[in-house]
């Protein structure tokens, strides 16, 4: 499995990006709901001036909420090969663990395989709140023959049923929530037209020494510039560029877009590092930095 798109580039020249893995962003998941089996008690009191009275305890037990939410992360891409990662998260928001059911459709004589960190799964299991990165690899692919629509959906094993139904044996206090313990999501690959060019990273570089010269001598300084091209959506991209031997990295020198990056960009005494996300679709972004030559 793919997880995402990562550049690493050494030199001049124009690097590709891997190939692109299909999926899309999620919203930040709500603070999971109180947890099943926790009990609420209250009691009130009452003020008298020179007492109290407290009354009776009331207590009530949260029960089990079940469901199942799944996203694609990218909604639509172009066919690019006779592959394709598509990705979904599914998450759980009930309050409680679910085991959860996959199932991937795919139209026509097109194939699909379902994992997780490359491990092929029918189902995962979730704690409250949790979401996980689920992947469909679709082969069989032509870019000529149409639209591919490829799904994913996601079942609670104890059942599913209207929002607010009880699933499975009434003794447990399961609760359908309001997704109604199943969800489904699609994500749509375009037959292009003509071949897409894909992700292209192209690099290049200035240099400036003491004198204020472009001579490449001790003490100069080189300026790397990453331009990274995007024909459509790409998930969770990275670039990463090793520093070369007889240089030293200058610090606080990367930027992203001509902005100073400090949390999506660091080096890490051997490299750069910059995490651009997800990519929603056709953009172009700009990484620079700077080395000393020893």
């Known amino acids: 499995m793919r997880k995402g798109t990562k550049a690493t580039g050494t030199g001049g020249g124009i690097t590709s990006l891997a190939a692109l893995c299909v999926a899309l962003v999620v919203a930040p998941a709500a603070a999971a709901p109180t947890p099943a089996g926790t009990t609420i008690r209250n009691v009130a009191t009452l003020d008298l001036g020179t007492r109290t009275i407290a009354s009776n305890e009331v207590a009530l037990t949260v029960a089990r909420l079940i469901d199942v939410a799944v996203v694609a992360v990218v909604p639509r891409a172009p066919i690019v090969d006779v592959r394709a990662d598509v990705a979904f998260d599914v998450r759980n928001p009930g309050n409680a663990e679910q ?48 639209d591919v629509a490829v799904s994913l959906g996601g079942t609670a094993a104890e059942g599913h049923g209207a929002p607010g139904s009880v699933i499975g044996d009434p003794a447990a206090g399961a609760i359908a929530g309001p997704g109604g313990a199943a969800a489904i999501a699609t994500t ?36 790397y510039r990453l331009e990274a091209r995007f024909d ?59 080395v000393n030559i020893q």
Request: hydrophobic share 50%; charged share 15%; aromatic share 2%.
């Open 99 to 146: 085991r959860i059911l996959l199932v991937a459709t795919v139209p026509g004589d097109a194939t699909a395989a379902i994992s997780v960190d490359g491990s092929p799964v029918d189902a995962i299991v979730l704690a409250p709140g949790e979401e996980r990165r689920v992947v469909v690899t679709v082969g069989g692919l032509d870019r000529g023959a149409g």
């Open 188 to 223: 749509v690959l375009t037959a292009a037209g003509g071949a897409s060019a894909g992700p292209v990273l192209s690099k290049t570089q200035s240099v400036l020494a003491p004198d204020g010269s472009a001579r490449v001598m001790p003490g100069a300084t080189i300026t």
């Open 232 to 290: 459509a959506p790409t998930p969770a991209v990275a670039i990463d560029d090793r520093i070369p031997l007889g240089t030293t990295f200058v610090p606080g020198s990367i930027t992203l877009d001509g902005a100073a990056q400090a949390d999506a960009a660091r080096f890490d005494g051997t490299g750069v590092h910059v995490a651009l996300g997800d990519v929603a679709g056709a953009a172009v972004h700009v990484v620079q930095f700077k």
